[in-house]
């Protein structure tokens, strides 16, 4: 059981943080869930957008992810 099992992710937020998870492995980078996001979740709210901070070069990072998976980068 993962640590987000018991609380409410979409089967689509879990794929994302499945595909952050593999090219975070793939960078060598560590990616890390953050703010609002982490809030909501320990309170039940709706999730409305999901923060990243990422031990690294971000910026390769999200342009990796954006060729790799789409996207937008912001």
């Known amino acids: 059981m ?3 099992e018991k609380y409410i992710v979409s ?3 879990m794929i994302l943080f499945q595909h952050l998870s593999l090219l975070a492995e793939e960078q060598k980078v560590k990616v890390y869930v953050v703010g609002g996001f ?3 979740l320990l309170l039940g709210n ?5 923060d990243l901070v990422v031990e690294g070069d971000a910026i390769v990072y ?3 992810f954006k060729v790799k998976y789409g996207g937008s980068q912001v």
């Not at 709706?46 to 999901?50: K, S």
Request: proline share 6%.
């Open 11 to 13: 089967p689509k937020t």
């Open 46 to 50: 709706e999730v409305q957008d999901i």
């Open 2 to 4: 993962s640590c987000f």
């Open 62 to 64: 999200a342009r990796a």
């Open 38 to 40: 982490v809030r909501d």
